[in-house]
């Protein structure tokens, strides 16, 4: 059996998520009416679209309409009905639920952690199977984090909210976790032979990259490396940006390691 990532640290996924949760709640609250319904970097959604979006997000953990909207086939389609309801929304009901349902999912979580149900295998419609301990703490601290430093804020203009090693590693960990069902799924040509991926600076780390998909260790040889601060990964693996523009470097196998890079879309 291939290596695997290691098990998810649920204590740093929870305090993650309950920090992030409150970092937006408060962001958001003080936007102003003409920052509110201003659009985001993601396209197509306002600021209050992408608020009601993680409020929605969080309240499928925890109702039966959520297991269905985590079988259809692609997420970004089971994202945007939620949104648009909640168009028809005032501020006060988004912002309400968004508060609300961040807290109950955060308080499944610190529940779930400790039981068996935290390894309980569970889909998220393309992107594969996951323990519900880390799709329950991960995805949201992944879109907490993402959505408010890199959509937000500099559609706004306003400084991003900075963040520190214990909540990249919380995003990290969402991320390599996609990734390596992303690479199973749909191997790039050559990458049996192994690449290894450092991600530098707070909360990174080092993982081997092959058809079997991502592992922790990178002490196998590799035929390429590709190396890149963990601090603009949430950017440009999730193709808000090119990896092209990004301070990345590639050793060994150029070729191979470019068509992985063009594969990866962590959405």
Known sequence: MPPQLPSPDLKNLLTTLRAESALMLDFANDLTTQQWTSPSRATGWTVADIVGHIGSTAHNFYIPAGIRAARQPSLEKANEGPVRVRRGWDREQVMDEFEKSTRSVANMLAFVRHTPLRSLPTRLNELGTYPLGLLIGGALAFDLHTHLRHDIAPALGVSAPETDAD?????????????????????????????????????????????????SSAQRPTAAHITAPAITFPDWGTRRSSWHDSPLQIDGDHEMASRYLNAVNVI
């Open 167 to 215: 909540r990249m590693r919380a995003v990290l960990t969402w991320m390599t976790a996609v990734l390596s069902n992303q690479t199973k799924a749909a191997p790039s040509t050559g990458i049996e032979a192994g690449l290894t991926l450092t991600l530098t600076g707070p909360g990174g780390g080092s993982w081997r990259v092959d058809e079997t998909g991502l592992a």
